[in-house]
């Protein structure tokens, strides 16, 4: 999994970048998450995902700051909603109710967050080609 993003690009880019980041991990995630918790509990489980929580925590409240995303929720809320957002779009791969890939799932997380659509699609696009998926 790729580094988290700085903070020096703008937060839609932050964001999309970081579902793409998170993306390829996170059906391996949502399958050991069950386990953990019984055999870890959940203080192990929450210290263990904690790095990823912050970095989302962070780019949404810049977001929500800057005026790119919705200040509808607060910004640990929308950052709860968007993890299981992220964890119900896996299942629904999983299940075989959507073909979707990382990109198309980080196009649909940054319209939740309050984006656009054609400017979500564009900042996916530009995040991808520049490899830092």
């Known amino acids: 999994m790729r580094v988290w993003p700085d903070g020096t690009e703008g937060p839609e880019r932050a964001f999309a970048g970081f579902v793409l980041a998170v993306w390829p991990e996170g059906d391996r995630y949502r399958l050991l998450l069950s386990p953990a918790m019984r055999n870890l509990g959940q203080a192990r489980v929450t210290e263990a995902v904690a790095p990823a929580r912050a970095a989302a925590l962070a780019i949404l ?5 800057t005026g790119v995303f919705h200040d509808r929720l607060p910004a640990p809320a929308l950052s709860a909603a968007m993890e299981a957002y992220t964890i119900g779009l896996l299942e629904a791969v999983s299940a075989g ?6 990109a198309r799932a980080a196009v649909a997380s940054v319209i939740a967050v309050g984006v656009p659509v054609e400017r979500a699609e564009r900042v996916v696009a530009e995040v991808t080609a520049t490899g830092r998926e």
């Open 61 to 65: 409240e810049r977001g929500r700051r």
């Open 97 to 102: 109710l959507w073909d979707g890939d990382g």
